[in-house]
């Protein structure tokens, strides 16, 4: 019972059901308010067995709810994604600038590593990876001299696996890079920096 007055019959027999988040005029049937907000909270067990809060998670500084409650991850406020994106940014920023690469260079390897993120390809491999061979793509797009044993030596990292993770990118995300050739200078540096 609630302490209400029916607005239709004047009746103070209201129902408030908080299962349902609505309050009824039991004389007359009339609904006095729908979705009431409800501030305590309820647990439900699926038929799996597990327990689950129900309802949609909404964050402190969204536009809209959350379509379930673990849909995004949030860090102090931020998405994720969007950390990852904002890392990714950095290191290629780090090593476009390492490389003498300019501004253009670092948007176009920023958009692949998005493509490659939205295609799930960044899973499982190492960060430094995952932007370096993004920067590589750009480079040979680009058609600049830099080869992949380059930014390896920058980052310090395997070509190997380096070489690996641009084959993938390119592969998946269907690039199709020109056949570059070298100078004549650049080979004989090949075998001493492979060993």
Not at 16 to 32: K, N, W
Not at 147 to 173: K, N, P, Q, W
């Amino acid at each position: 019972m609630s302490g209400n007055k029916c607005r239709n019959c004047g009746s103070t027999n209201i129902e408030t059901d908080p299962g349902r988040g609505d309050a009824i005029c039991i004389e007359c049937g009339f609904v006095l308010e729908d979705s009431v907000i409800i501030s305590q909270t309820t647990f439900e067990e699926s038929s799996s067995g597990k327990v689950r809060v129900p309802g949609h998670f909404v964050a402190n500084d969204s536009t809209g709810s959350a379509t379930n409650f673990g849909a995004s991850y949030y860090v102090n406020g931020k998405e994720s994604r969007r950390i990852t994106l904002q890392n990714a940014r950095k290191g290629i920023t780090h090593l476009c600038l390492q490389l003498g690469l300019n501004q253009n260079c670092i948007e176009t390897s920023v958009n692949f590593y998005k493509m490659a993120l939205c295609y799930h390809l960044t899973r499982g491999r190492k960060q430094a990876h995952n932007q370096a061979a993004c920067v590589y793509i750009t480079c040979r797009i680009e058609k600049t001299e830099h080869m992949l044993i380059d930014i390896s030596d920058v980052l310090h990292i395997c070509v190997h696996e380096l070489g690996r993770t641009y084959l993938r990118f390119t592969t998946a995300l269907r690039i199709h890079i020109p056949a570059m050739g070298y100078p004549e200078i650049r080979p004989p540096r090949l075998p001493e920096r492979c060993c």
